[in-house]
């Protein structure tokens, strides 16, 4: 009995202690504090660095020769890959049958002035008779006639040897500009028709190059655009050749294209380069280099606070307590900083360490911001 006693009484205290720890343990586990993190405030500074453009040459002019008459082609007048001149033969197509076509409509001509002749003296002597009451006057009216429809035979006939005068000139093929002149696609011999397609015929000196910029660039291309008006010419746009080396002469910005293409969001600037010794080949892949001089306004942030997801690059920014994702669009990256282009403000605070704990909108504890870069170079 007395040890029926004592085990309930143990039982009793272990329930107790039991209901005891249970009540202590409704409140859970404490959440972490949220993750120290040191920011940097975004400011302009100060940077002279070179941004890439992948590029590609392309003729300030250039023109397809393509036949306007059907024939073969019996005269080549040039060597391929030879300048040419503005007004020089290129091509000589048969021009037997336009030959036979402007005399046979000469011949016509003088057909039709020799019945327009004919039909003029009829109309003068029916109106001299006319005058006396010789004849009727609906003959003397059928006579007129007769002699408007001889005058309108004679100006068809003429337009019908301008039109085949035309088609003989047709037949001989000339430089449109000066330029140079690439490898014929028929030889001699070979049957020709409209829009066939002979050679082509390409300005090569200056040479223009081709960039796309992004839509946040144009205004910093409008100033460079306005600079180059003025004749100035300076080291801002300079290219680098497929193996690596600068080119010798300084380039210029000829032109900002008139739309923005809304599938990319860019939009083209054509440059101009001197090409006295042909070294830039149209169609020709290269680099163009765009220097940022030390004036302008640039906003640098340190490259550990980038993130990068799926190809594109984001900043977390921080405000109330909470760092909040920002997509950015960045530069050229400069020792151990990066320009942004654009997704980012003057003044705004970025997480540099303790980046890789965050999530969009986390709560973060922000240390003391980090010290501002110095000016890159």
């Not at 005269?75 to 290129?90: A, E, M, N, P, S």
């Not at 037949?171 to 082509?200: D, E, R």
């Not at 070294?279 to 020709?284: H, R, Y």
């Not at 997509?327 to 900083?337: D, P």
Request: charge should be neutral.
């Amino acid at each position: 009995m007395r040890n029926s006693l004592q085990w309930i009484g143990f039982m009793s205290v272990a329930a107790a202690f039991s209901l005891i720890s249970c009540g202590g343990n409704n409140a859970g586990p404490k959440a972490p504090p949220p993750p120290a993190v040191s920011v940097y405030t975004v400011q302009p500074g100060d940077a002279t660095y070179y941004d890439l453009y992948p590029a590609t040459a392309t003729p300030l002019n250039q023109v397809d020769i393509k036949p306007q008459v059907s024939g073969n082609i019996v005269g080549i007048y040039f060597k391929d890959g030879q300048v040419v001149r503005k007004g020089q033969k290129l091509y000589e197509i048969d021009q037997q049958q336009y030959v036979a076509a402007v005399e046979q409509a000469k011949a016509n001509v003088a057909v039709a002035k020799a019945n327009l002749a004919k039909s003029q003296q009829d109309a003068d002597r029916y109106e001299e008779l006319s005058k006396q009451d010789a004849i009727a006057k609906q003959t003397l009216d059928h006579q007129v006639a007769d002699l408007e429809a001889n005058k309108r035979q004679v100006q068809a006939a003429e337009a019908n040897v301008a039109s085949v005068q035309t088609n003989l000139n047709y037949s001989s093929i000339y430089a449109p500009f000066n330029g140079t002149i690439g490898i014929s696609q028929v030889k001699i011999g070979t049957g020709v028709y409209p829009q066939t397609l002979l050679n082509s015929v390409s300005t090569t000196d200056p040479m223009a190059v081709d960039i796309a910029i992004d839509q946040a660039e144009i205004p910093q291309f409008e100033r460079y655009f306005e600079k180059g008006t003025k004749g100035s010419k300076d080291s801002t746009f300079t290219a680098v050749l497929p193996d690596g080396s600068i080119y010798p002469y300084l380039g210029q910005l000829y032109l900002l294209d008139r739309s923005i293409d809304p599938t990319t969001g860019t939009l083209k600037a054509r440059i101009t380069f001197p090409n006295p010794k042909d070294e830039l080949k149209a169609g020709l892949t290269t680099n163009i280099r765009v220097k940022h001089q030390a004036g302008d306004t640039t906003l640098l942030i340190p490259f550990k606070a980038v993130v990068e997801t799926l190809g594109e690059y984001f900043v977390f920014v921080t405000e109330n307590g909470h760092a909040y994702q920002h997509k950015v669009v960045l530069g050229t990256r400069i020792g151990g900083n990066i320009v942004v282009k654009s997704g980012l403000k003057q003044g705004e605070q970025i997480v540099t360490e303790g980046v890789q704990k965050l999530r969009d909108s986390s709560a973060v504890n922000v240390g003391a911001p980090a010290p501002k870069g110095p000016a890159a170079k």
